[in-house]
């Protein structure tokens, strides 16, 4: 079955970056849209970025374009979130989730990785 | 931006039907997919496409879109239905293009 494992959360001060990965198993990764969305503590989804399945296309939420990027690696199975100049507001839990083929929504998750933005 | 607006939350005894709503402006032109979330848990799609379930999904969980409300319909509640309750669709006018609901949660009396 889909397996999706984020990592690479934690701790860092504002300004400063991290690397998420998220290593997926139990399916054709090369043929399908990724996602991160993001839940900061207590609050709702926010949907922050896309990649196409053969990583030609990439999409950002507006509150990170130009400090965060999304890239893959079809060879290892592997998605990845760059965040750089990172804020107070960034933290929450991070979740890769797959695209639902032909539908415009996400159909797995994996269990998500947190990252706090504090001094 | 687009903005779909849940109640915070539902009350609901246990055997009763709960009904969760979307509204946001000409919703129905949209295609609403519908999450469960638990505490501590990754999110969940309980309904895809307005009204069809993903493999594994009971049919006493149904959606409906229609108007300017999407309903997700919850019947034969059962404790393990208590959980959040995010809508969600796709739309280019504003800064994301994947939007959620505000999220509703579902308390079983």
């Known amino acids: 079955q889909v397996k999706l494992v984020e990592s690479g959360g934690g701790v860092v001060h504002p300004g400063g970056s991290l690397r998420l990965s998220c290593a997926a198993s139990?399916?054709?990764?090369?043929?399908?849209?990724m996602h991160w969305v993001r839940q900061a503590p207590g609050k709702g989804l926010e949907w922050v970025t896309f990649i196409r399945y053969d990583g030609g296309n990439t999409y950002y939420a507006d509150s990170v374009k130009g400090r965060f990027f999304i890239s893959r690696d079809n060879s290892k199975n592997t998605l990845h979130l760059q965040m750089n100049s990172l804020r107070a507001e960034d933290t929450a839990v991070y979740f890769c989730a797959k695209e639902m083929m032909n539908y415009l929504t996400f159909d797995s998750w994996g269990q998500g990785t947190l990252v706090t933005v504090s001094s | 931006s687009y903005v779909l607006t849940q109640p915070p939350s539902v009350s609901v005894a246990p055997g009763q039907t709960a009904r969760i709503s979307c509204g946001a402006d000409?919703?129905?032109?949209?295609?609403v997919h519908w999450y469960q979330q638990k505490p501590g848990q990754a999110p969940v799609l309980v309904v895809f496409?307005?009204?069809d379930r993903p493999a594994g999904i009971p049919e006493r969980i149904s959606g409906s879109n229609s108007g300017n409300t999407a309903t997700l319909t919850i019947s034969r509640v059962e404790a393990g239905d208590e959980a959040d309750y995010y809508c969600?669709?796709?739309?280019?006018?504003?800064?994301?293009?994947?939007?959620f609901g505000t999220g509703t949660k579902v308390t079983v009396l």
């Open positions: 496409d307005d009204d």
């Open positions: 000409n919703i129905q032109s949209k295609a």
């Open positions: 969600q669709v796709w739309d280019t006018s504003g800064d994301h293009l994947y939007v």
């Open positions: 139990g399916f054709t990764f090369r043929s399908y849209g």
